[in-house]
């Protein structure tokens, strides 16, 4: 069993759709959760960043953390095209590495 | 500013070539990172430098080398590389123990 899943897609949604991606995982000694977001052929882009269970949100974007679920999702409200990427979730505890899912491909047709 | 400059963005090399990957962060992280990513998988981590000393290695061929010649620069050293080590290569930076990193825009590596 991988620590950290996620589906990796393609999800595909028309503009203006809430788009919601979902990431689980078995270590329940994961502290920091992070979204990226990855357009093809650039590094990643680092999205969103929890620390505790709850929602946190940003513009478009909201992150929500259930340590009870050992389950993490990413919301975007009004979809555009420019969102069309792939975003991955990521986590850790203290000092040990990034433990990434393998990512969510994202396509918002206009 | 929270960029992380990586050159050259494009890398062709022949595997007898030795080729450098430069990194450079005005963050002040003390935490950086080389992490190699194939198409369609998540970055894979290979070495983390913490305080400028090499604290990781991921079990990477010695083909690879990196050195961190400062707390703004890190390097990675090819050397005879496969055309299987053909990807791209990230950099990235964060505060040692730091609850998110900051990653640079990659180079795409082709070994022919």
């Known amino acids: 069993q991988k620590e950290v899943e996620q589906d990796p897609g393609p999800l595909s949604v028309p503009e203006g759709a809430i788009v919601s991606l979902n990431c689980t995982y078995s270590n329940s000694a994961f502290q920091y959760f992070m979204w990226y977001r990855q357009y093809s052929r650039k590094g990643p882009e680092l999205l969103m960043y929890?620390?505790?269970?709850g929602n946190k949100e940003d513009g478009r974007f909201t992150a929500q953390v259930d340590k009870s679920s050992k389950y993490i999702s990413l919301f975007i409200r009004d979809s555009q095209p420019s969102d069309s990427a792939t975003y991955l979730c990521a986590m850790k505890r203290g000092f040990q590495k990034l433990v990434f899912g393998t990512g969510t491909r994202l396509l918002v047709s206009p | 500013d929270t960029e992380v400059t990586q050159t050259p963005k494009h890398l062709v090399m022949g595997m007898t070539n030795k080729k450098s990957l430069k990194c450079e962060q005005h963050?002040?992280?003390?935490?950086m990172y080389w992490y190699k990513q194939k198409a369609k998988k998540p970055p894979e981590l290979m070495f983390v430098?913490?305080?400028?000393?090499?604290?990781i290695n991921e079990s990477v061929p010695s083909r690879f080398s990196p050195e961190c010649p400062n707390s703004s620069l890190l390097n990675l050293h090819l050397h005879a590389l496969q055309p299987e080590d053909s990807a791209l290569y990230l950099c990235?930076?964060?505060?040692?123990?730091?609850?998110?990193?900051?990653f640079g825009q990659g180079t795409r590596l082709t070994v022919v």
């Open positions: 430098y913490s305080y400028e000393k090499l604290s």
């Open positions: 990235a930076s964060s505060q040692v123990g730091g609850d998110n990193s900051f």
């Open positions: 929890t620390y505790s269970s």
């Open positions: 963050m002040g992280h003390r935490a």
